[in-house]
């Protein structure tokens, strides 16, 4: 986006801001499902919790992705913003089976991740197809946050309880039709991705009766410059021809399935913020913005590295920042960071703002969180208003059970 456009935004709606470029999200979306064009049935679910807005979520709906949800609520969004609920996949962790129980009664494709679930459910809902999140324990990821395939993970079924599954299946003459897997995310190396196909494939000649195959999400988008990236085009050629092979063997065209989030709307974000103090001490210079943990906590959580720019000043000299938030508690967001010399006043951007930000945004320090924006075709559009002071006290009951300490 270009920054004369940032800048009318956060002139227009205030900072801090959230702003999603619509064209974005599109091409990361036909650069996608281009790469398996190859494979007659191909199904994208878009992960809602990237990115969970309504808007965002009927611009998916527009493109014939449908949903990747893990609550309930998810769900219920999908099916606000009109999304049929055939074209959503449910993927708890941990969730009761009365929730797993509402959801499939709404339609909504179940997908079970513990033996314990799974024979409950079989049990009671027999005729309700349902898909398996098997754990093929490949380590991938970016880090141990974000991995969630290895030993010890808590997702999914183990392949080596296989035998399990099928006793769960046989007795209950349940119907399974998917099986699926989520290694984690930031999958850099493809050889290990197509190591944990070949797993699932295995998995998946077990069972009779499939429609799809689910090979969840992990894609890594670039972060900075040079950054290394999953070869989308790569992976498509490899594995297109694998899963054709395996369709052939299995005797029937099964649906190939991906759950993108951060593939999506990563590099569709951007994040503005005000520069409200240029601070500097003995070593360091700080530029303290009007944000902080509360609105974009993956720096601090993750580890996470997000590119700043100076949208105000571009063409400025460069140097070096620690770039903080305005919380009670040290919210780094870049440390010596090389950026266009800041003013007290500039906006700056904080890119790959479209993923696991807005949606991990919290109150903390009684802050309200950020409008958002969409820019499409050209042109602004509010999609979320800046919380006010009312949206902290909404839900807060008052109480008048204290007696005032007479002062002596
Ligand atoms: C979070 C999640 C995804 C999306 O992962 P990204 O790295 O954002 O692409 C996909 N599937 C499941 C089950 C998830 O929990």
Partial sequence: MENSNLLAIAAQFGSPVYVYDSEKIVSQYKRLSGAFKKVKHVKLNYAVKALSNLAILKLMNSLGVGLDTVSIQEVKLGLLAGVAPENIIYTPNGVSIEEIEEVAKMGVQIN??????????????????????????????????????????????????????????????????????????????????????????????????????????????????????????????????????????????????????????????????????????????????????????????????????????PKGKERFYSVVGYICETDTFASNRKIAALTEGDIIAFKNAGAYCFSMASNYNSRYRPAEVLWHDNKAHLIRKRETFEDLTKQQVSVDIFNTVASE
């Fill in 112 to 313: 079970i991740d513990n033996l314990s679930i799974l024979e409950q459910f079989g049990t009671k809902h027999p005729k309700t197809p349902v898909c398996i999140r098997i754990n093929p324990h490949v380590m991938a990821g970016g880090n141990r946050k974000i991995s969630v395939g290895h030993i010890d993970s808590k997702f999914g079924i183990s392949i080596h309880q296989i035998p399990h599954i099928l006793r769960i299946v046989e007795n209950t003459q349940m119907h399974i039709n998917g099986i699926h897997m989520h290694t984690g995310s930031d999958i850099l190396d493809i050889d290990v991705f197509l190591h944990a196909s070949e797993i699932l494939f295995d998995t998946a000649k077990h069972f009779k009766n499939l429609d799809f195959i689910d090979f969840g999400s992990g894609f890594k988008v670039p972060y900075k410059e040079g950054d290394i990236e999953t070869d989308i085009e790569e992976l498509g050629t490899k594995l297109s021809k694998r899963f054709n092979a395996f369709c052939k063997e299995y005797g029937k065209e099964l649906t190939l399935g991906f759950e993108p989030g951060k593939f999506l709307v990563s590099e569709a974000g951007y994040f503005l913020a005000k520069v409200n103090v240029i601070k500097q001490t003995t070593s360091t210079v700080f530029a303290g913005i009007d944000t902080g943990l509360n609105h974009l906590i993956r720096p601090m959580f993750y580890n996470s590295h997000h590119d700043i720019v100076n949208v105000s000043h």
